[in-house]
Structure formats: C-alpha cells, structure tokens
C-alpha cells in the first residue's frame, strides 16, 4: 500500500514565528488532504489539495503530484494553532478506496 | 447545521461484551467512514461505506460489524472477539472518496 511520511513529528514554536509541515507520499494520489486535531480529539480538515496551492487566512498549502509530496504553512501562529497536523491520500487499488492517514505532526505553540 | 454526530463521547467495555458506536450525519453524504485512532497514532480505517446497504473491509476489521441500512447512519459494533478495544474511534462523511472528509468528535471506548 501507499506510505505516507510527515516531518517533523513534532515542533514547538513562539506565537507569532511562522512553519512548515511536510508530507512525502510513495504513489500517485487522487485526493489529499491536511486535517488539525485539537487537543479534545476533534478533527478539522484543513484542505483538499490533491495538487496547486490553497490559502485559507494565516495557512495555506502546496502539493506537488509529480514530485509527491504536499507542505502546508503556517504563518504568525497562534496557541490555537497547536495540536496535531495529518496529512492523508488516497490510494485506489481496484475498487478499494480508502484514505491513509500519515502519523501526523505535533505542534505546540507557546504564548 | 449540518455535520457528524456520534455518541457517546465516552464508553466503557467489560471483557466479552459487545458495544456499539453510533454516527449520524445530516449532510446528505453517501460515503460513510470508521477510523480508530491508539494513543500517538495515526488513523487506521476499520471499515467504509460509499453507499447504503454495502460496506467494505478495511485494513482492520477483525472483531468489528458494521451496518448501512439508511444514508445517514453507520453503526459500528465492537464485538467480544476484538482483543485490544480501548482506542479512539472517529467516523467520517464525504460526497465519495475524492471528496473533502467531515469528521465527528469521536468516541473513547475503554475496556474495564
């Protein structure tokens, strides 16, 4: 099956500095996408992104198919912003469909 | 508004009991997900549905059941034959697999 490979798996940062999280993947994907975890388990989703660049406010992500691997950026990041960071893809072998989740980035951002 | 609700938030298990996870979703999505998630993990999909009455296995399904007899529910049962329970269990929606996900807030199944 697909790999998926996050780095770093855990940063800690001063509120206000900026980051970048990255996602390797092993195959051809149809569907990426980036999800926070708060720290009661609840999981937002960031971004569909399966290739080009989104911005949604302070954070915005590229994904580069042909080069398999997705970054997501975080800019003047804020204690909210901690929690952990998933990146997941999609991999079709016949007709499963199932998305695989990477091991995720934990983030802590310090006031 | 529309989203994922499963409940409850927390369950707790005796050894060779059943127990089942509800998820609701009022978002009209015909795929339906569950996942489960250990302490500094990832998620690992247990089984999916992309449309009612049928379901798929995933990567984990031994000691799980699930069932899609309407759009918006997607039950899963944990059954007595799942060794290792206590987990984190989270279902999702989406339109189909290429789709965006929508997750609920999960449930924290322990066994006592």
């Known amino acids: 099956g697909i790999q998926v490979e996050q780095s770093p798996p855990d940063l800690i940062l001063q509120e206000g500095a900026n980051s970048t999280l990255r996602c390797n993947f092993s195959d051809s994907v149809n569907n990426l996408q980036w999800f926070h975890q708060n720290p009661w388990g609840q999981l937002i989703n960031l971004f569909y992104?399966?290739?080009g660049t989104k911005q949604n406010g302070r954070l915005s992500a590229t994904t580069v198919a042909t080069e398999r691997y997705s970054l997501l950026y975080i800019s003047s990041s804020q204690t909210t912003d901690s929690g952990v960071y998933f990146c997941a893809v999609l991999y079709q072998g016949g007709s499963n469909y199932k998305l695989t989740f990477g091991k995720g980035t934990l983030l802590t951002v310090n006031p | 508004d529309g989203g994922i609700t499963q409940s409850p938030k927390y369950l707790f298990r005796k050894e060779g009991q059943n127990v089942t996870l509800s998820c609701e979703q009022n978002l009209n999505h015909d795929a339906m997900y569950w996942y489960r998630q250990d302490p500094g993990q990832g998620l690992r999909l247990i089984y999916y549905s992309q449309i009612v009455n049928d379901f798929q296995k995933g990567d984990i399904a031994e000691g799980y059941s699930v069932s899609r007899e309407k759009k918006e529910s997607f039950p899963l049962t944990v059954t007595s034959a799942q060794k290792n329970p206590t987990a984190f269990y989270l279902c999702?929606?989406?339109?189909?697999?290429?789709?965006?996900?929508?997750f609920g807030s999960g449930t924290r199944l322990t066994v006592v």
């Open positions: 992104i399966p290739s």
């Open positions: 999702a929606s989406s339109w189909g697999p290429n789709y965006g996900y929508t």
